[in-house]
């Protein structure tokens, strides 16, 4: 299913609560109520607010604190862009402050600037050298860069500083299965589970590492765990497939590949496996159509299949793909 990020900000929160409807006169009053806001989920006016704090005069670190919640809020709404400026300019009046930097990062690799995530994380680091959250983030920009030793080599450091850290344990995972290691993801897949018993990306990376060491069995197991926790989630179904297909349990194949379609009917390689199913059961009319809207679809596919199209109209399709 491929990897996730947790892009986990920061909040730089202030000190005292303003009552909704009381007169505001401060930087320290804007800021406060602009946080209550955002927690109701009012980031409008949540954004009003810190703006009119960084409008008025105050202590340096007040400021700062605004900008970063404005910058919060704006990458609630995913404006990157907006909210990189005003990490930045927290970072101008307060360029000792790791949470900034860290923040900034995280944006930065929402918009894929990669370079510049990892030149922030790094900087969150020098300046708090125990920073998990910083590490793991950093291995998922040089991951994203194709530096997968790079990554682990991040995801690591996070574990050492915090070994119950679930998501480092993932990450790590997903970086060893891209290197073919799967036993080695296959071990921190259990280890986040272990941590995290509703990480459902675990499930099914983990299953799919042990459908590669031909583990059939374990996979099918992790894809129904994963499918427990969430039950419509085509993706699964489509793996699960894959795997019972493997196992030549075509009536479970066929059962899959049809709730795929189901809950993904842009899916065309579900539709043309099922034609394959289709086909190998004898029912040669509605594999035609299961390939015709494969192709419509995806016309790729057709070089894919056409050895085991060529094979059934000879009479003698095979059951592997």
């Given at each position: 299913m491929g990897r996730i990020f947790r892009l986990t900000i920061l909040l730089v929160v202030?000190?005292?609560?303003?009552a909704l409807g009381q007169t505001l006169r401060t930087a320290e009053d804007y800021n406060n109520r602009g946080l209550e806001r955002q927690g109701k989920g009012d980031i409008e006016g949540a954004i009003d607010d810190y703006t009119k704090a960084v409008a008025l005069k105050a202590k340096p670190s007040t400021i700062a604190t605004a900008y970063n919640n404005r910058a919060n809020a704006r990458m609630s709404k995913n404006d990157l862009e907006g909210a990189i400026s005003d990490y930045s300019k927290a970072i101008e009046i307060q360029p000792g402050e790791y949470e900034n930097f860290y923040n900034r990062g995280v944006a930065?690799?929402?918009?894929?600037?990669?370079?510049?995530?990892?030149?922030?994380?790094?900087?969150?680091?020098?300046?708090?050298?125990?920073?998990?959250?910083?590490?793991?983030?950093?291995?998922?920009?040089?991951?994203a860069k194709g530096d997968v030793d790079g990554a682990i080599a991040d995801y690591s450091k996070a574990l050492a500083q915090n070994p119950r850290y679930a998501e480092a344990f993932y990450n790590r995972g997903v970086a060893l299965q891209s290197?073919?290691?799967?036993d080695g993801a296959i071990n921190d897949y259990s280890a986040a589970l272990e941590l995290s018993p509703g990480f459902t990306d675990a499930y099914v990376n983990r299953g799919q590492a042990r459908q590669s060491k031909h583990d059939l069995d374990g996979a099918i197991a992790d894809y129904d765990a994963a499918l427990k926790l969430k039950p419509d989630e085509a993706g699964i179904y489509f793996a699960r497939a894959t795997a019972r297909h493997a196992?030549?349990?075509?009536?479970?194949?066929?059962a899959d590949y049809s709730r795929t379609i189901e809950l993904d009917p842009?899916?065309?390689l579900a539709l043309a496996n099922r034609a394959?199913?289709?086909?190998?059961q004898g029912r040669g009319q509605q594999a035609n159509q299961d390939f015709d809207k494969a192709f419509k679809l995806d016309p790729s596919l057709k070089a894919q299949f056409k050895e085991f199209i060529e094979n059934r109209r000879r009479g003698s399709p095979k059951p592997d793909l």
């Open positions: 202030a000190v005292a609560n303003v930065r690799l929402a918009k894929g600037d990669n370079d510049g995530a990892i030149e922030d994380f790094s900087r969150g680091i020098e300046i708090t050298p125990r920073f998990p959250l910083a590490y793991n983030n950093r291995g998922n920009a040089r991951k290197k073919e290691d799967f196992k030549k349990d075509l009536n479970g194949a066929l842009g899916s065309a394959v199913i289709e086909t190998l």
